[in-house]
């Protein structure tokens, strides 16, 4: 069976409508204090009124906010004449159907849930890092404090107990969405019908397709713009895909280079044979 199907089979996730999150940052705090996340600094930014920049080992819920000078949709910006609009978005992890972080990890320390997730176990991590530049999200990172790694588990202690999420429990305007991810699909591209007869055309659905670089992700977006307005990538492929081919040419290398070797020793013989 191939493993897009037996995720399939029982597998959760989130969808976050970015269309409604309002920028309220409960879901970070909430995320925090449930998984005990450290404090990663209030600084002012100078980006909005963004103080985590991104995600990282000691933010796993980032909300962005994206200041444009145009419209969303038919509604009025409010502000005088001036076509204004924010776009906030609560990032978080994508929990990829083909996940790099868990492909390099060494120790096991990454592994996939029974629920369809990827979590770190911090106390079998080795600090190696391998999985911070495997994944094409950005997601992962490890922690100066500790020196593991660390990223979203999806709550999978509440999980377990039949609780959803910190983050999705916490939203005011259920901007995140936790389920059944073949529900969460259906129902996103209903809302995404609706958003679009609303006028804005520009929305779309990032993460949902299983035809995608990563096989579709765990975690999936409604975006009103292009994904690199929200500093995602807009084509994200799995960065360990090549790694078969590349140890079948490495094999293929080797069985050479010794061939070769083989040969070279060979005639070496038969010259101190002939000499003889």
Not at 49 to 71: C, K, M, S
Request: net charge negative.
């Amino acid at each position: 069976m191939a493993l897009e199907e037996t995720l399939e089979a029982g597998r959760v996730g989130f969808f976050t409508d970015t269309s409604i999150c309002i920028g309220c940052k409960a879901c970070e705090v909430a995320c925090k204090e449930w998984n005990a996340v450290p404090e990663d600094g209030l600084d002012f930014t100078g980006m909005s009124y963004d103080n985590t920049v991104g995600l990282g080992a000691d933010t796993w819920r980032h909300v962005a906010f994206i200041e444009q000078r145009r419209p969303l949709g038919h509604q009025e910006p409010g502000v005088g004449d001036m076509d204004f609009r924010w776009l906030m978005s609560s990032d978080v992890c994508k929990h990829c159907t083909h996940a790099a972080c868990l492909d390099v990890c060494p120790t096991g320390s990454l592994f996939r849930t029974e629920y369809g997730t990827v979590v770190v176990q911090e106390d079998v991590c080795n600090g190696c890092g391998y999985c911070v530049p495997a994944c094409p999200f950005g997601v992962i990172g490890v922690r100066e404090s500790s020196g593991t790694a660390a990223k979203c588990t999806m709550c999978y202690d509440r999980l377990g107990a039949g609780e959803e999420p910190a983050c999705a429990k916490t939203c005011p305007t259920d901007s995140i969405q936790f389920g059944d991810l073949d529900e969460l699909r259906e129902r996103a591209a209903r809302r995404l019908e609706q958003v679009h007869e609303a006028g804005t055309t520009s929305a779309r659905l990032y993460g949902h397709d299983t035809g995608d670089g990563v096989g579709g992700t765990g975690a999936f977006f409604l975006l009103l713009d292009e994904p690199e307005v929200y500093g995602l990538p807009p084509d994200p492929v799995v960065t360990t895909r090549d790694l078969p081919s590349m140890w079948r040419h490495v094999g293929v290398a080797a069985l050479g280079l010794l061939a070769g070797v083989a040969v070279a020793t060979g005639s070496i013989a038969t010259g101190r044979r002939g000499r003889s």
